[in-house]
């Protein structure tokens, strides 16, 4: 005899392994056999009045058989099957206008609702045409081309080393000054943010790469989206006749075909746009971002672009009725064709890897590089080499240009100092442009030998592709070596010094001297003896009239106690 309690325990097990069978059978689609029927006919209450022996017997035999069916099948069979049945698209209905401009594809829909969503996807396009233009045609101005390196250059030669802007004070240039960022102007606020973006701990490129990778995410999410759309709709079974493509069921909405008309409009008017608007999206993203100098733009702008992506989610919350956007929710998931695989992998996903990793890599390669050294450029044509100097002349009154070194500054010329100027031995005196006696010289070709002389002057003082930064020399940028006016190099030697009163010489410091467009100086020399031309120079050379020579003599023979080289003083003063 088979007790109660173990003739229920084998009742409710041999329930369980019939279930577990037809679950299996169900997957596998297999004709259900003779066990099968013998379990779906057999009820344990028949045999309450028969003989329990022989209904235990026959429970136990069935159970037996039963097990080892189901558990072949589960343990040999059904694992792989699962593997070979799944499926190639996977595509989940989201609440944007992209999505919801499908339900016109699949069947008749109500008036209201097409014209609903016929005009969601228009305000969607055009809200994203539309910042798309706003951002590619009026903000990717690029500030740091080569015209404006060269206009920053110009900047530095004719206003940074100014003669008329040395601070009377501590003797500094303006572009010195600028460079100590101690200015409170529009080009300081320009050159700040160069600086911030260069010099900073984490320099500027670094939070740019970071900006762009979380864009190219960003956009690689909606990406997948699309692909996965396109490859649902290329995928779908055909429906023809009164068929439509959209079932309800108990649980939701299942997608079972498209026709194939269909098809053709949902991929021109719906796929190709969609896919038009994102490319040009991403890649006026990564412009927009590579482009950017200063470091909190950088931020805002990646905030920003997000936002544009956003839009069609935006549009459908707004304009769906509760009917469609419930309807958008219960669609069930798309599940359709065959599973293309490389290596486990997916072969649509490796593909989104490939465009996300390739978009970046072209990013950083085509726009941002490039960028980079544009704006290393600017900085240096602004600051690098030597800023203490001032520059004069260069004009038709003093055709030299004469440079000025600010480091012995003076405010002005005391008795002292001009007691300790004349007396020391490192006296410097600047000589009277006699090779430019009555000539003019025109006025570009005045600017010219400026520019040039300034930057040889400024980029002189370290090796070849050098130039000093602070006191250190650091190597010039390519790109500003190839702007830089010919003649003019990092590395170049320094201008000639000026030429100067020398009485030790004679008569010989008096004769004309070769032809020198520019040269060098002091600022104490320029103090003390003026300019043009220097005035001891002038003062003890120039004979021309009576009064000139009385005063020729005097340089000569009382301040500086040489016998007049070309004159008899003592005749002459005593006529």
């Known amino acids: 005899m088979v007790d109660a309690d173990r003739f229920g325990e084998i009742l409710a097990s041999l329930r369980e392994q019939g279930e577990r069978l037809n679950k299996v059978e169900r ?33 136990i035999a069935l159970k037996g058989d039963e097990t080892d069916v189901v558990d072949d099948f589960l343990d040999a069979g059904a694992a792989p099957e699962d593997d070979e049945g799944e499926a190639g698209v996977v595509y989940t209905f ?40 706003v951002i590619g045609l009026d903000m990717l101005d690029n500030d740091f081309k080569r015209e404006r390196v060269e206009e920053l250059l110009d900047w530095r030669v004719t206003t940074g080393h100014g003669h008329q ?26 050159y700040h943010e160069m600086w911030k973006y260069l010099e900073q701990p984490m320099p500027g490129w670094s939070l740019t790469i970071l900006a762009l990778t979380l864009w190219i995410l960003t956009v690689s999410v909606e990406f997948r989206g699309l692909l996965e759309q396109s490859l649902a709709v290329l995928s779908l079974p055909l429906v023809r006749g009164t068929e439509v493509g959209l079932k309800q069921t108990e649980d939701g909405f299942e997608v079972v075909g498209m026709r194939r008309g269909m098809k053709i409009v949902t991929a021109l008017f719906l796929l190709l746009p969609r896919l038009l608007v994102l490319g040009s999206l991403a890649g006026v993203g990564c412009v927009y971002l590579a482009q950017t100098v200063s470091l909190h733009d950088i931020v805002l702008n990646s905030l920003a672009l997000a936002f544009v992506l956003d839009v069609d989610e935006l549009v459908a919350e707004v304009l769906l009725p509760t009917e469609l956007k419930t309807e958008v929710e219960e669609i069930k998931t798309i599940k359709v064709g065959k599973s293309c695989k490389l290596c486990d992998f997916h072969l649509s996903d490796l593909f989104r890897y490939t465009v996300a990793a390739g978009l970046l890599l072209f990013a950083c390669l085509w726009w941002l590089r490039p960028f980079h050294f544009h704006v290393q450029a600017a900085a240096q044509a602004l600051c690098a080499g030597n800023t203490a100097f001032s520059q004069t002349g260069g004009n038709q009154e003093t055709p030299r240009i004469v440079l000025l070194d600010t480091h012995d500054f003076i405010s002005e010329c005391s008795a002292t100092v001009k007691q300790d100027y004349l007396t020391s031995k490192k006296y410097y005196g600047i000589k009277a442009d006699y090779i430019f006696a009555g000539e003019i010289t025109p006025a570009k070709l005045l600017e010219d030998r400026r520019m ?20 250190v020399c650091k190597p010039v940028a390519a790109k500003l070596m190839d702007m830089l006016p010919g003649g003019v190099a990092p590395g170049n030697p320094e201008p000639p010094r000026c030429q100067r009163f020398r009485p030790e010489q004679k008569g010989e410091t008096c004769r004309t001297v070769g032809p020198s467009v520019s040269c060098a100086s002091t600022w104490r020399a320029f103090k003390c003896e003026h300019l043009p031309p220097g005035n001891w120079h002038k003062r003890a050379c120039d004979t021309s009239t009576k009064k000139k020579i009385l005063d020729s003599c005097h340089v000569w023979e009382e301040l500086f106690k040489q016998q007049h080289p070309f004159l008899n003083c003592t005749a002459c003063c005593s006529v």
């Open 27 to 59: 997957h596998l689609k297999l004709v259900p056999g003779a066990t099968n029927e013998s379990l779906s006919d057999f009820h344990p209450g028949d045999q309450r009045g028969g003989d329990e022996r022989g209904a235990a017997d026959q429970i």
């Open 94 to 133: 989201n609440m944007s206008m992209w999505d919801a401009a499908m339900l016109l594809a699949f069947r008749p829909t109500k008036t209201a609702h097409k014209i609903i969503l016929a005009f969601g996807c228009l305000i969607n396009l055009s809200l994203q045409l539309l910042l798309l233009l």
């Open 165 to 190: 802007e040395v601070d009377p004070i501590t003797g500094k240039t303006l572009v010195e000054r600028l460079c100590e960022r101690s200015l409170w102007t529009f080009e300081q606020a320009e």
């Open 452 to 471: 040039k002389a300034t930057l040889q002057y400024a980029f002189s003082g370290c090796p070849s592709g050098e130039a000093k930064t602070g006191k």
